[in-house]
């Protein structure tokens, strides 16, 4: 997939996406803003926050920036920010998540829901979250990824094919995803019905210089 499929899918989706994604994975995005254990002032980033339902569980006092590719869905997020009066909230920009346009180490904890499964380089996603991420800092996902039982990955790697028109790959693996990323995971919980999907907390072992320098060289 490509941005200009995602962002077509996801113009699709909006209108009805809260009501179809909305109950079926709230239980994940309650449990990863749990782990995320925030602290008053904490400065957090959440990529691909879509329409915003995670954003009314975020406590009071950290400060929050969402980005998201698509405009349809993150204009839905600045409806759900202005009618819940949602202060903590400080940013909704629409950005690439994959090429982020903030400084190094921005935040305290940078976190993606329902997101590695759908960008087109998830190793890049890994990259541009670590480098806006202050070193020891939290990298937290949730997603769902191919299935261990043969039956179920094999139904998954069927419908593999309609990835373009799902908007998300069905088959992702989540072996080949932390061999690709190198992420130290910390923890590994699965969440939402019969636990199909998994909640990572990592942590950004990055140095201060060492991310940033790569990256202004690679640039």
């Given at each position: 997939?490509?941005?200009?499929?995602?962002?077509?899918v996801?113009?699709?989706?909006?209108?009805?996406?809260?009501?179809?994604?909305?109950?079926?994975?709230?239980?994940?995005?309650?449990?990863?803003?749990?782990k995320?254990?925030?602290?008053?002032?904490?400065?957090?980033?959440?990529?691909?926050?879509?329409?915003?339902?995670?954003?009314?569980?975020?406590?009071?006092?950290?400060?929050?920036?969402?980005?998201?590719?698509?405009?349809?869905?993150?204009?839905?997020?600045?409806?759900?920010?202005?009618?819940?009066?949602?202060?903590?909230?400080?940013?909704?920009?629409?950005?690439?998540?994959?090429?982020?346009?903030?400084?190094?180490?921005?935040?305290?904890?940078?976190?993606?829901?329902?997101?590695?499964?759908?960008?087109?380089?998830?190793?890049?996603?890994?990259?541009?979250m670590?480098?806006?991420?202050?070193?020891?800092?939290?990298?937290?996902?949730?997603?769902?990824?191919?299935?261990?039982?043969?039956?179920v990955?094999?139904?998954?790697?069927?419908?593999?094919?309609?990835?373009?028109?799902?908007?998300?790959?069905?088959?992702?693996?989540?072996?080949?995803?932390?061999?690709?990323?190198?992420?130290?995971?910390?923890?590994?919980?699965?969440?939402?019905?019969?636990?199909?999907?998994?909640?990572?907390?990592?942590?950004?072992?990055?140095?201060?210089?060492?991310?940033?320098?790569?990256?202004?060289?690679?640039?």
């Amino acid at each position: 997939m490509d941005i200009d499929v995602i962002q077509r899918v996801y113009r699709r989706y909006a209108q009805g996406y809260d009501f179809y994604f909305g109950a079926l994975l709230q239980p994940g995005r309650k449990a990863i803003i749990e782990k995320m254990h925030c602290r008053p002032d904490d400065r957090i980033l959440e990529v691909g926050v879509g329409t915003g339902l995670s954003l009314p569980l975020y406590p009071p006092g950290v400060r929050v920036t969402g980005i998201d590719i698509s405009r349809e869905m993150l204009a839905r997020a600045h409806v759900r920010k202005t009618r819940l009066h949602l202060d903590h909230v400080t940013a909704l920009r629409l950005m690439n998540a994959e090429s982020m346009q903030f400084p190094d180490d921005s935040f305290d904890k940078v976190v993606a829901m329902y997101v590695v499964s759908v960008v087109p380089c998830p190793a890049r996603l890994v990259s541009e979250m670590r480098r806006v991420c202050r070193p020891g800092g939290e990298l937290f996902m949730v997603n769902h990824f191919r299935h261990a039982n043969q039956v179920v990955g094999g139904l998954e790697r069927l419908v593999a094919p309609l990835s373009r028109l799902l908007g998300f790959h069905p088959d992702f693996s989540l072996e080949n995803f932390l061999q690709e990323t190198g992420l130290d995971v910390a923890e590994r919980i699965p969440v939402n019905v019969l636990g199909y999907w998994t909640l990572l907390r990592a942590r950004n072992g990055k140095t201060a210089t060492g991310l940033g320098a790569s990256r202004t060289a690679a640039a």
